[in-house]
């Protein structure tokens, strides 16, 4: 299982309607709005790391209305 969370910073009044898109997509598990640095965080969780990255560069990044984002993928040890 690959899991990752990603950072995300909207255009100005943009982050209600980017976290309904986000929660559209089925490997998005969790979101959340944030104050801060960052204007939402979305859980993503995939069967292997070919899907959560597939997911994050083509289904996330590209959305309207996101202007910049950080992903942090978790590592077993």
Known sequence: MAIGFVLITTEPGQEKSVRER???I???TDGWMLFGEYDLIAR????DE???TR???E???PMQGIVETKTLIGAEL
């Open 22 to 24: 986000l929660e559209k």
């Open 26 to 28: 089925s490997l998005v």
């Open 44 to 47: 993503v969780q995939a069967d």
């Open 50 to 52: 070919y899907d959560l």
């Open 55 to 57: 997911c994050i560069v």
């Open 59 to 61: 289904d996330i990044r």
